[in-house]
């Protein structure tokens, strides 16, 4: 009983040897060829980025040659492909950008005092002017202070004349008391005076020289009151200013203003104001096409509502998004009539110099085993290319891209199971009768 499943394990043990370690010639044997000679040929041939794809797919070369297999022919079957015969096109000229529709400007204007509004509300969708009353405060007690700030600036200049006075008084003072010191000086060098007088004079002189340091410094001092004064004015003249509060430009209210009645302190939102003219189309262009977008180029955008606006570039990112490796791009556009509206999807074509471009079916793309995106090509003696392509866009149609000549044999069916450097049996897509061309 125990004979059967060591047998089937045995068997199983031996099949899974050749498809793992003796492929290669278990695909020469069904092929009917040297496993020798046609190692060498694959090494020859085929290029180092370009050699797994086919063994991955043994099963399927093999019933491939298998049925196209000729009785009587000895020459190894081809593996049979789909082709498209592509011919380059010119591309239109525009970079393709998804994005929106924004505002030029927009201002949640805030109060800079804390007061309760006693204005009438400006309701929402309302034109308002640069300038224009939004918002006005109680005053409060804001009068009464600047009242007294410019009583206090007029007592401090008031005091102005008098410190003067006494400046030049102690100026006085101090001359007369050199005049006496000079004299006493004079004296006692011929002995007429005494030194007791001469150490008076001297005394008085140091008493004038206080007196003057001390009307200067009082005058300094109402100086100083002046400038504390004019301050204190100022302030208080900019508190009542405050109390209004106007559009810092032309727009339209996205929300009602603040209602009668109620407290804003300062910071407080009074209204948010918008500006719809010219309005400005944001898009994301990829790293690979920033390069095609330039300064004031025109640009076109078609609404989702169906709506079509024309501008120009205004803005191009330095920065890339960290996430999603796109680059800002602004579009500034007319908007007179106001048709357009904040926060629209849009897709936007940004001119850019055009080029020539093949139209595939996405499926006919693949990658090496580096990893290169790009497509199987057949060269006119049927063998199978690797071509590297860049991807400019897609539409509904296929995807345009750039990297084969300008008439390519684009395989579109088989790619996946052939090589580089494998002839192939060629099929055109277009074809009718299915023959196989030379």
């Not at 300064?295 to 960290?322: H, K, N, Q, Y």
């Not at 199987?376 to 003696?381: G, L, N």
């Amino acid at each position: 009983m125990r004979l059967i499943p060591t047998l089937t394990a045995l068997v199983v043990t031996v099949a899974l040897y050749f498809l793992v370690l003796e492929r290669d010639k278990l695909l020469a044997f069904a092929r009917g060829t040297d496993p020798a000679t046609e190692a060498t040929q694959d090494g020859a041939d085929a290029p180092a980025g370009d050699t797994g794809i086919a063994q991955d797919n043994s099963a399927e070369n093999m019933k491939t040659a298998a049925d196209a297999a000729v009785p009587g022919d000895d020459t190894p079957p081809a593996m049979g492909v789909v082709v498209r015969r592509s011919v380059a096109q010119p591309v239109d000229s525009a970079v393709i950008l998804r994005g929106e529709t924004q505002a030029m400007r927009e201002v949640a204007v805030p109060a800079e005092t804390s007061a309760v509004v006693m204005s009438e509300p400006l309701r929402k969708g309302a034109r308002v002017e640069e300038g224009q009353e939004l918002c006005v405060l109680d005053p409060g007690t804001r009068h009464v202070t600047l009242a007294d700030a410019k009583a206090q600036l007029s007592l401090a200049q008031s005091r102005i004349p008098e410190s003067e006075a006494r400046r030049i008084e102690a100026e006085a003072v101090l001359e007369q008391a050199r005049i006496d010191l000079n004299a006493a000086q004079k004296l006692s060098e011929g002995g007429y005076a005494s030194d007791i007088r001469l150490a008076g004079a001297r005394a008085t002189i140091r008493s004038a020289e206080a007196a003057v340091a001390a009307a200067e410094a009082g005058l300094e001092s109402a100086q100083t009151g002046i400038e504390s004064a004019q301050a204190q004015v100022a302030f208080a003249e900019k508190e009542i200013e405050r109390l209004t509060i106007r559009a810092p430009f032309a727009g339209y209210l996205e929300s009602d203003t603040a209602e009668l009645g109620s407290f804003l302190a300062a910071g407080g939102i009074c209204g948010t104001v918008i500006q719809l003219d010219p309005m400005k189309l944001v898009g994301y262009v990829p790293e690979t096409q920033v390069n095609r977008v330039s300064m004031g180029a025109t640009a076109t955008a078609r609404l989702a509502d169906g709506g079509a606006a024309e501008g120009t570039v205004s803005f191009i990112s330095r920065s890339a998004d960290p996430v999603t490796r796109t680059f800002s791009v602004e579009v500034s556009v007319d908007n007179a009539d106001l048709a357009i509206r904040d926060g629209q999807t849009a897709e936007i074509a940004v001119a850019s110099e055009g080029t020539r471009a093949h139209r595939l079916p996405q499926s006919a793309l693949t990658l090496n085993n580096d990893g290169k995106l790009g497509v199987r090509i057949v060269d006119w003696e049927g063998i199978v290319q690797f071509q590297p392509i860049t991807v400019l866009r897609d539409d509904v149609d296929g995807i345009w891209v750039t990297g084969p000549t300008e008439e390519a044999d684009v395989i579109v069916v088989g790619q996946d199971f052939v090589t580089a450097g494998l002839k192939v049996a060629v099929s055109y897509e277009d074809e009718s009768d299915g023959e196989d061309q030379p």
